[in-house]
């Protein structure tokens, strides 16, 4: 089992925990795994995991740089892809064309 802190695969188990033999990191490999599968979700404004292909609704007016006009709220927007960029949606929207958006602006719909 890896370490979370230096990376290293050489730790062995005391008592209920993981050691690391290159930094004496200690951790319970039970929460870490959990961590760790938490840390790659994507979150709307109300707490819905998003996935690839799902309809979105914009909550609120989001200006775009270069339109006369901003994106309204309860927009619709379909068949989203998710990134691991700051904007972490990425999609087309009617009128607009490609855009970025990010999740917290969003409810899944």
Request: net charge negative.
């Amino acid at each position: 089992m890896h370490c979370p802190s230096c990376g290293s695969d050489l730790s062995y188990p005391s008592q209920n925990k993981m050691v690391c033999t290159q930094c004496f990191y200690e951790w319970e490999p039970s929460i870490e795994v959990t961590e760790a599968n938490t840390e790659n979700k994507v979150l709307d404004a109300n707490g819905n995991e998003l996935n690839n292909g799902d309809s979105v609704i914009v909550l609120k007016d989001l200006p775009v740089k270069g339109a006369p006009k901003p994106v309204k709220a309860g927009t619709k927007v379909k068949n989203i892809r998710l990134t691991d960029e700051d904007h972490n949606i990425s999609c087309k929207i009617d009128g607009f064309g490609a855009m970025a958006l990010k999740s917290e602006f969003v409810k899944k719909a």
